[in-house]
């Protein structure tokens, strides 16, 4: 049996396919694939990863779907009433759902009739927010009208979370870690023994850390302010500061880090320290948030590959324990690791994040009919974490 998953984001669409094994207990990975987000066509890049299979039938497809607002706080069969709340929650999520929907459609279209479409979801793993890491609003703007912090790349946090848990058994529920998933998007989480207590997204993936097209942290004042300015729509200054801001837009040069880094112009450098500059104040409001930190969590395309982005966010924060090993950090490009300094008081480690496992197991678990939380996880019903296993 035969298990897909799709994982379509900003700037990246992945897909995997796992074998069940024969006492349905575990997964192997048997075919990986990424391809660039601009202009692909996803029935036709799923088709083509469907052919290659061969094998046995496709059981179950596990979609990524970033927003599922507050209805879809544990993964669920897609069917007509579930898709139909997706779509309209796409006003939540304009750059994500809508390219989710795309991706069920053509999965729907590729893979047989009976074959089960299954949503995992970002925005579950911070379901449980406390009440202080919202916005102050009044019930009538804010409760009645589901304008809260919804938090995003929650399947990664989790992820992370969860690894970093099975390397700590000595600390209860991991301790209190910094989670920060940096990629095309970024973002970052505080998690105090399992329970996240605050993340740099919000009501949208738009709000928190610089990314690569993306302002993150802005004044609300400044959108009707552009609209006026430029004679334009709101919802067109929105696509403004997803688009357009950000790394390239500071830099008028690109979102690529590793572009900026090589480049020799001021305005270039001066986008890499902003970037690096936001996450550290991100980071130094999640020590006072959590009391105090164990760990920090590097995951994502450039957490992960990119160790002068990581020395540059982590150096300044030696007062508060935070050291990294430079050969330790400079020999990390990929896999997991520790990079901090033995003995310093908070650990730093690499875990390069498997959404693709989440998505699987989450699949699996619908298909079988036992879709639930993880016994020992943050919560009952908590996103996407299913038999035990991200």
């Known amino acids: 049996m035969l298990v897909l998953t799709v994982n379509s984001g900003s700037t990246s669409?992945?897909?995997?396919?796992?074998?069940r094994s024969a006492d349905a207990t575990s997964l192997a990975r048997v075919r990986y694939a990424q391809y660039p987000a601009a202009s692909l066509d996803p029935r036709e890049?799923?088709?083509?990863?469907?052919?290659?299979l061969g094998g046995p039938p496709v059981a179950?497809?596990?979609?990524?779907?970033?927003?599922?607002?507050?209805?879809?706080?544990?993964?669920?069969?897609?069917?007509?009433?579930?898709?139909?709340?997706?779509?309209?929650?796409?006003?939540?999520?304009?750059?994500?759902?809508p390219l989710a929907l795309e991706w069920i459609a053509a999965a729907r279209s590729v893979c047989p009739p009976q074959t089960l479409q299954v949503a995992a979801f970002d925005t579950a793993f911070f379901a449980d927010l406390p009440p202080l890491a919202g916005y102050a609003l009044p019930h009538a703007l804010g409760r009645d009208l589901g304008i809260r912090?919804?938090?995003?790349?929650?399947?990664a946090h989790e992820a992370m979370w969860r690894r970093w848990c099975e390397g700590h058994p000595e600390r209860p529920g991991g301790g209190r870690v910094i989670t920060l998933q940096l990629g095309g998007g970024c973002s970052m989480a505080a998690i105090d023994r399992g329970r996240p207590i605050d993340t740099s997204m919000g009501f949208s993936p738009l709000e928190g850390l610089v990314m690569a097209t993306r302002s993150g942290d802005l004044d609300p004042a400044v959108v009707p302010y552009?609209?006026?300015?430029?004679?334009?729509?709101?919802?067109?200054?929105?696509?403004?500061?997803?688009?357009?801001?950000?790394?390239?837009?500071?830099?008028?040069?690109s979102g690529d880090l590793r572009?900026?880094?090589?480049?020799?112009?001021?305005?270039?450098?001066?986008?890499?320290?902003?970037?690096?500059?936001?996450?550290?104040?991100?980071?130094?409001?999640?020590?006072?948030?959590l009391g105090g930190c164990d760990g920090i969590v590097f995951g994502g395309g450039v957490g992960e590959h990119m160790p002068e982005i990581r020395e540059r966010i982590l150096a300044p924060l030696a007062w508060a324990g935070v050291e990294l090993d430079?050969?330790?950090?400079?020999?990390?490009?990929?896999?997991?690791?520790?990079?901090g300094r033995s003995g310093a008081p908070v650990e730093v480690q690499v875990i390069p994040v498997d959404e693709e496992d989440t998505l699987a197991r989450a699949a699996l678990a619908c298909l079988m009919g036992q879709a639930r939380a993880a016994p020992g996880g943050p919560r009952d019903g908590a996103g996407g974490a299913v038999d035990g296993g991200t």
Do not use: M, W
């Open 13 to 19: 669409a992945k897909l995997a396919a796992f074998e």
């Open 45 to 52: 890049a799923l088709g083509a990863f469907v052919r290659a």
């Open 60 to 97: 179950a497809v596990g979609h990524r779907v970033v927003h599922g607002g507050t209805r879809f706080v544990q993964p669920v069969v897609i069917d007509a009433e579930a898709e139909a709340a997706l779509r309209g929650l796409a006003e939540l999520a304009p750059l994500h759902n």
């Open 149 to 155: 912090r919804y938090g995003f790349h929650g399947l």
């Open 226 to 253: 552009l609209a006026r300015k430029l004679q334009a729509p709101a919802e067109r200054i929105i696509d403004l500061l997803n688009h357009d801001c950000g790394l390239l837009g500071v830099s008028g040069l």
């Open 259 to 289: 572009a900026l880094l090589a480049a020799p112009a001021e305005a270039a450098r001066f986008a890499v320290e902003l970037y690096c500059y936001r996450a550290r104040k991100y980071v130094g409001a999640y020590f006072a948030a």
């Open 326 to 339: 430079p050969q330790a950090n400079d020999a990390a490009r990929g896999g997991e690791a520790r990079i």
